[in-house]
């Protein structure tokens, strides 16, 4: 039983990792609230030494002007919401709690259909390795779970 605590251990490792990532976009959308994004954008365009008004800067100048505050503070929100779902499945599957495996392998094989879609349709490497992660993570949940039956 050993040798399955830990890799369930180092899957909760991975989900406070995703958890303390989002965690983080939360507070820096937080951060962000109430300010001027339009020119914040400007601001990181001119840093990277691009031209503000040629095409592409342009575009992401105007799409980042275009979010409104209440979008940005419900970013926030549904940010620090998935930090607090990813943290409770880490504890729970640090101390072994069975529902949590489940939610483990019922979350991780929710997104297999969106990461094969991307991997087909937007291939590139990250898109792969992002796609066979989970589809270990849930495979070796499975496998968690039905060893006990």
């Known amino acids: 039983m050993a040798h399955t ?9 991975l989900e406070a990792s995703k958890g303390l990532l989002a965690l983080l976009v939360a507070i820096g959308l937080h951060a962000y609230a109430g300010q ?4 914040l954008a400007i601001d990181l365009v001119t ?16 799409a980042i002007g ?28 640090w101390h072994n ?7 483990a392998l019922v979350s991780g094989a929710i997104y297999l259909p969106f990461e094969l879609y991307e991997m087909v349709h ?4 990250l ?3 992002v796609l066979l992660i989970n589809l270990a993570i849930v495979l070796y949940m499975f496998r968690v779970l039905f060893a006990r039956v």
């Open 5 to 13: 605590d830990n890799g369930v251990r180092a899957v909760a490792v």
């Open 36 to 39: 001027n994004l339009s020119l």
């Open 47 to 62: 840093h990277l030494h691009l031209n503000p008004a040629s095409h592409y800067p342009s575009i992401f100048i105007a």
């Open 66 to 93: 275009s979010i409104s505050q209440t979008s940005l503070t419900l970013m926030a929100l549904g940010a620090a919401a998935y930090t607090l779902v990813r943290f409770i499945e880490a504890y729970g599957l």
């Open 97 to 103: 709690l069975r529902w949590t495996q489940w939610f």
């Open 122 to 125: 937007h291939f590139s490497l």
């Open 127 to 129: 898109s792969v390795i």
